[in-house]
């Protein structure tokens, strides 16, 4: 092969920039700010971004075929995640749940967020799966 040939591949390569990395790093620093800020929204949004851009890159590197089942895997983490910060600041009485909510607990709420984002994702990846592969339930 030429030298002029190979130059050219990694010429090629190099201008195949992935973009999932800024997607990571900014769904990371947007999720962490809105969790410790308590702004709910952003912090649901900015998790949803960092999981989504995760499964994103892996699928995208080889890892994976798809990026659903690593998306599901990583909603579910944050479900357990924010359940486990709701249970440490009421336990797992369900009157302290709420009564925590209703006076508007802002750790207990910041669990929720986390745990919401979850719940989307793990939606997220069931229709992501339906519409994009077809029906996951069908034999």
Avoid: C, H, N
């Amino acid at each position: 092969m030429a030298q002029g040939e190979t130059e050219g591949v990694a010429a090629s390569d190099a201008s195949k920039a992935s973009p999932w990395p800024v997607f990571v790093a900014l769904g990371l620093a947007v999720g962490e700010l809105g969790v410790f800020m308590g702004l709910y929204p952003v912090a649901v949004g900015g998790l949803l971004l960092f999981v989504g851009s995760v499964a994103g890159i892996v699928q995208e590197a080889g890892y994976s075929e798809r990026p659903w089942r690593l998306l599901a895997g990583l909603g579910a983490v944050l479900v357990l995640v924010g359940a486990w910060v709701v249970t440490s600041q009421t336990g797992v009485r369900v009157d302290a749940v709420l009564g925590a909510v209703a006076g508007a607990d802002d750790i207990v709420l910041r669990g929720f967020s986390i745990a919401a984002a979850g719940v989307i994702a793990l939606a997220a990846s069931a229709a992501g799966a339906a519409v994009v592969d077809g029906d996951p339930l069908a034999t």
